[in-house]
């Protein structure tokens, strides 16, 4: 779902301008970011985790033309689904 959708379903069910609902996403992305940021982790209660993971130097290949290459050490961001999520999820 595209950040404005989620922006236009916040303006609707608080019943606010959509400029201020943008805002109020807006601030809680920055938020999150910055949580990852600093801290390496979000948590969000009944919805999941996000966590920062650090990967290593790896060797790896080309896939078009199957050339081996060095793989990048680098962090990737992980989401966690809580148990009330992925049972939500799956019923």
């Known amino acids: 779902m595209p950040r404005s959708i989620i922006s236009n379903k916040v303006s609707d069910k608080l019943n606010i301008p959509h400029k201020e609902a943008d805002m109020m996403v807006s601030a809680v992305l920055d938020n999150m970011k910055q949580g990852l940021i600093k801290d390496n982790s979000v948590i969000i209660r009944k919805f999941g985790t996000f966590n920062v993971l650090h990967k290593k130097e790896r060797n790896g290949r080309n896939p ?28």
């Open 64 to 91: 078009k033309t199957g050339v081996p290459a060095i793989i990048k050490a680098r962090k990737v961001t992980v989401f966690k689904s809580s148990k009330l999520l992925k049972n939500q999820v799956n019923h």
